[in-house]
């Protein structure tokens, strides 16, 4: 990614976009079509954009089955067919990659739509790299890479699982990563029947992935007005429909309205990279076998507040977001950053209630060892992790071990 | 969140915004695989210097391909055809416009000839005529504004015909979105309240119309924040690189928002006023603003109530019972309109009665607003306006307007 | 019993397969008459309602619009020819190009009309629906579609396919709507 300036100008008052920086590049290129019967519009993009022999990529699993009924029903009366490759493996490797490529060049495909589950997802986005800069080789590319050409249209059907990057320019296969603004999916089509409830914990980690990215995008140093909108409408929408969707008897809707708070999210992100929250949470997962969304959902607080005592970012505006706007406007400034945390530690505890303390709300809950720490910190550190030192990382997890309160002023 | 039971989002543009995003354009256009872009622009934006400027920023890494400098307004046909034909004779490979939505409108119509090769611009009108990616274009807008830079359409001018002839595909996006405030430091300081203002009506429209989606909202509320603390800031202090930045990003945003929103009844109207009598967009929208939301009151009064915190601050948020929220956005965006009045000495109207052209001559006489009510039944905006509204109830809001008494809902207007 | 209990097991498939477009024969058939019911309707209402001929009499002599399903599925074509008559042109229609042509992005998106799930404006701010041609003779179309929504539908649909239900005398909406069945059926 390009660097940025981060000349960061103060404003003679405050505003819902209150450090307005002067340097910025945003580009988020996905078209979402959200909503009742969207997969009966994937005939109308494709003919759009010049598809005529489409390939959908699935895994042999519940949603990829799912994803292709739909897609056949979508399909009827469109005079389309499309063509289906329903083995994709969970976890890709190189052969994979490669075997895939071959198919999608030898049977002259000219687009991909992909179920957003698993490696799938990152798949497509791999072999649309390969193709278009006629390669068989993945591991020439490092860095941010810039494809001479456009590649082929992808689009992804969302589900209510995922690694929260369909709709970024992120792919991981392999163990390697890829990141292109080019390789965002064209269209992210957002479904109400591909929606299949999961348990609590795992809906709950899902949506931690997706605020902790939400958040990052606020508190980053070249934190820019468009990407910041995304991400507010993604935590909004976590933080008011996450806990009613514990209970079973809930309507598709409030799950509906959560994949789109996903979908933001990783547009936003997809401009970031990613911060020292992030990154810590990511090497707690790592080195304690959690689940990403786990890791984050425990440390985020104590992350945030830690993030605020070392560098006096006022998160401000992250009240709007995670309160109403009479509380918002209510608060005096100066106290507005303290009570968005306070309020993300609310959040915490109303998820724990509404799960019947299914979550886990510290470290110690996960089993975790204090033991651990110094090989969490040590991976993070060594991942390049900005703004926190090691001390700034003991503190995140002590607190996060035990729900010691960390206080924004020590 | 609301969600609606279906809706689209799409903003394929890459904007690039700050105090040195101009010198940034020769990267960019590597990156597109581009060297010799053709800059188009007008004669205001050529004699005001900005074009010196743009030539200046793009250094020596890029050989100007040709320079463009007379395009009129409206995008015209035949300027278009002849635009093409220069980018075809000097082999250009990419498009740079500098300037507002008629200069921008005639680069997307230019790229459609080009990228398609051919000489019939017609034939791609309407939607769904483009289905592959159009040659690179970059759009540095140089007002805050009408937001052209990220929407996917594009009028064209046919004055044989006497037609305006509408171009809507996702692929007319520009590339790039250059947002510099040197673009719109030296506007006037009416056309900065104009255009400020044009930026207001698509940010409200599209939060209050029924075609609003979450991502829409979240720009609009932005926008409109933005235009809240820096416009008259901005009036006051016309060097205010800061303002002129916010303004600008509020333009874009407002763009992005009623581009995949929509608007309604403010642009049915003010298209015809502007139409009919030839009065300034921005004017209209500024004036008929207030009357409009108070039409639509009745059915989005709750949607307008929650503008009143971006629109006024948290001061007035805070002291106004929840009950009175609408009334008050309606009342802040009238005394905005009285402000930028006083600030722009009597340039920007508070009412219809009050455009006058050049010589001075009243622009929108009253004898014109029958006319106009019966145009503005025409404007697809139309469908997006949260309550109907018929010829009477078009010139029932026109006269309000026109005269400048209080606005009423559509209720009371019967 | 084991037998009876004994799963059948599954025709083993290729994971990479083709899928053809099938057809919805139901709902094709379902649109189709719909479709060419309200041309009918269209038809009769330009000679019986009186807002209905004024929206036509703005519009060009020679004027035809379509509203039809993408790709190629059921749709109903109208011209008003020189004389001024505004007739329904079926599928043959389609051989000249039309002025104004509204397009249903998919079949499920014309059922959500066409059953009243969604209304024309609905459907319009959902994305379902492209209208090519001069967008202020589409809205007379959508206007003229309103209307004859109106006459064709009991109230009780009729306002939930229109965004403001007209507030007509009980006479002129009675007889408007049997004039118009009446020669919606006979075609003239």
Same mark, same amino acid.
């Given at each position: 990614m390009d660097t940025k300036e981060t000349n960061i100008i103060q404003h003679r008052q405050p505003g819902?976009?209150?450090?307005?920086?002067?340097n910025y590049e945003f580009h988020s290129p996905v078209k979402i079509c959200s909503g009742k019967? *969207?997969?009966?519009h994937i005939p109308f993009e494709l003919a759009a954009m010049n598809v005529t022999r489409p390939l959908v990529l699935a895994s042999d699993s519940l949603i990829g089955r799912r994803a292709i009924k739909l897609l056949t029903n979508a399909f009827k009366e469109s005079e389309m067919s499309f063509y289906v490759c329903?083995?994709?493996?969970d976890n890709a490797d190189a052969e994979t990659v490669r075997r895939l490529t071959t198919l999608y060049l030898e049977k002259n495909h000219d687009a991909i739509i992909v179920?957003?589950?698993?490696?799938a997802v990152d798949i497509a986005k791999v072999i649309r790299l390969m193709v278009a800069e006629k +390669? @068989?080789? =993945?591991?020439q590319f490092e860095g941010e890479i810039k494809l001479t050409r456009a590649p082929a249209p992808l689009i992804t059907l969302q589900t209510?699982?995922?690694?929260? #990057?369909? *709709?970024?320019?992120w792919a991981t296969v392999c163990n390697q990563t890829f990141f292109s603004a080019?390789?965002? =999916?064209q269209i992210c089509v957002i479904d109400p029947r591909m929606i299949i409830p999961m348990d609590i914990k795992t809906t709950w980690a899902r949506a931690m992935v997706s605020l902790s990215q939400a958040v990052e995008v606020y508190m980053?140093?070249?934190?820019?007005p468009v990407a910041i909108n995304y991400a507010f409408t993604a935590i909004q929408s976590i933080r008011k429909n996450l806990a009613p969707?514990?209970?079973?008897?809930?309507?598709?809707k409030k799950r509906l309205a959560l994949i789109n708070a996903y979908t933001a999210a990783a547009c936003a992100f997809s401009n970031n990279q990613p911060g020292p929250c992030f990154l810590l949470g990511k090497a707690t997962a790592k080195i304690g076998h959690l689940n990403l969304g786990t890791a984050m959902g425990i440390i985020l607080p104590y992350a945030m507040t830690q993030y605020m005592r070392k +560098?006096?970012?006022?998160? *401000?505006?992250?009240?709007r977001p995670l309160s109403s706007g009479d509380d918002y406007a209510g608060t005096t400034s100066s106290l507005r950053g303290k009570k968005a945390i306070r309020c993300l530690y609310d959040l915490q505890w109303t998820w724990h209630q509404a799960s019947r303390r299914k979550? =886990?709300? +510290?470290l110690k809950d996960v089993a975790?060892?204090?033991? #651990?720490f110094p090989d969490i910190i040590e991976t993070a550190l060594k991942n390049?992790?900005?703004?926190?030192?090691k001390s700034d990382c003991e503190t995140v997890l002590e607190h996060a071990w035990e729900a010691k309160p960390l206080n924004v002023t020590s | 969140m609301h969600l609606p039971g279906y809706y689209e989002f799409d903003c394929r543009v890459k904007i690039v915004s700050g105090r040195?995003?101009?010198?940034?354009i020769p990267d960019l256009l590597y990156a597109l695989h581009a060297k010799a872009p053709l800059i188009i622009t007008d004669q205001g934006v050529a004699g005001a210097g900005l074009l010196d400027t743009v030539i200046e920023a793009l250094g020596n890494n890029i050989v100007t391909g040709a320079v463009v400098d007379d395009i009129p307004p409206d995008a015209p046909l035949p300027v278009v055809q002849k635009t093409a034909g220069i980018y075809r004779e000097k082999g250009c490979d990419a498009l740079i416009a500098v300037g507002g939505g008629s200069v921008i409108d005639t680069a997307k119509a230019v790229n459609i000839l080009v990228s398609e090769e051919? @000489?019939?611009?017609?034939?791609?009108?309407?939607?769904?005529a483009l289905t592959s990616p159009l040659n690179p274009l970059i759009a540095i807008p140089t +007002?805050?504004?009408?937001?052209? /830079?990220?929407?996917l359409v594009a009028v064209v001018k046919d004055p044989e015909n006497h037609i305006k002839i509408p171009f809507v595909s996702?692929?007319?996006? =520009?590339d790039i979105a250059i947002i510099d405030p040197r673009m719109t430091l030296t506007l006037p300081a009416w056309i900065t309240a104009a255009t400020a203002m044009d930026a207001l009506t698509h940010a409200v429209e599209a939060y209050t119309?029924? *075609?609003?989606?979450p991502i829409s909202n979240a720009h609009a509320l932005a926008a409109i924040d933005l235009i809240h603390y820096h416009l008259l800031q901005v009036i006051r202090h016309p060097g205010d690189e800061v303002g002129r930045l916010a303004l600008a990003n509020a333009a874009t945003l407002a763009g992005m928002a009623f581009s995949n929103a929509m608007v309604g009844m403010v642009h049915s109207l003010g298209h015809s006023v502007g139409g009919v009598c030839g009065a300034a967009h921005g004017a209209c929208m500024a004036i008929l603003l207030p009357y409009s939301l108070a039409y639509n009151q009745h059915k989005n009064g709750h949607l307008i109530a929650e503008l009143l915190l971006p629109l006024a601050g948290e001061d007035i948020f805070i002291v106004t019972p929840k009950h009175q929220r609408t009334q008050a956005v309606i009342e802040n965006i009238k005394i905005l309109n009285e402000n930028l009045h006083d600030l722009t000495n009597g340039r920007h109207?508070?009412?219809?009665? /009050?455009i006058f052209d050049v010589d001075g001559n009243?622009?929108?006489?009253?004898?014109?607003l029958p006319e106009i009510a019966k145009v503005s039944?025409?404007?697809?905006s139309r469908h997006y306006n949260p309550e109907e509204f018929d010829e009477l109830d078009a010139m029932r809001v026109l006269e309000a307007a026109w005269e400048g008494s209080a606005p009423a809902s559509c209720s009371l207007l019967a | 019993m084991h037998l009876l209990l004994k799963k059948k097991k599954k025709p083993s498939r290729e994971p990479y397969r083709e899928i053809s477009s099938g057809s919805k024969p139901l709902k094709r058939i379902y649109l189709s008459i719909i479709l060419w019911f309200m041309g009918r309707a269209i038809q009769a209402a330009a000679r019986v309602d009186k807002t209905v001929k004024a929206e036509f009499d703005a519009l060009p002599d020679g004027f035809t619009f379509s509203l039809g399903v993408f790709p190629d599925g059921p749709c109903m074509v109208l011209g008003k020819n020189i004389r001024g008559r505004v007739k329904?042109?079926?599928?043959?229609?389609?051989?000249q190009p039309v002025d104004v042509r509204i397009t249903i992005k998919n079949i499920e998106a014309a059922i959500l009309l066409f059953t009243f799930q969604e209304s024309t404006a609905i459907s319009t701010i959902r994305d379902r629906l492209v209208v090519d041609g001069d967008l202020s003779q589409a809205c007379a179309v959508i206007r003229i579609l309103d209307i004859v929504e109106v006459y064709l539908m009991p109230k009780i649909i009729a306002r939930m396919a229109v965004k403001r239900y007209p507030t007509w005398p009980m006479t002129r909406k009675m007889i408007g709507r049997i004039r118009i069945y009446f020669r919606a059926v006979l075609g003239y």
């Open positions: 819902i976009v209150e450090n307005l920086p002067y019967k *969207a997969m009966e329903d083995d994709v493996p179920a957003g589950d698993g490696a +390669t @068989d080789d =993945p591991e209510f699982d995922g690694s929260g #990057l369909e *709709a970024s320019g080019q390789l965002a =999916p980053a140093a070249d934190r820019n969707v514990f209970s079973k008897w809930v309507s598709n +560098t006096n970012c006022d998160l *401000a505006d992250l009240l979550i =886990p709300l +510290t975790v060892g204090r033991y #651990l390049g992790l900005p703004v926190f030192d | 040195q995003a101009l010198e940034k051919s @000489d019939n611009l017609k034939q791609f009108s309407g939607a769904g +007002t805050a504004g009408t937001g052209s /830079e990220v929407t996702p692929f007319l996006q =520009p119309c029924l *075609a609003r989606n109207a508070r009412y219809l009665k /009050e009243r622009l929108v006489p009253k004898e014109k039944l025409g404007d697809a | 329904s042109l079926g599928r043959r229609g389609l051989e």
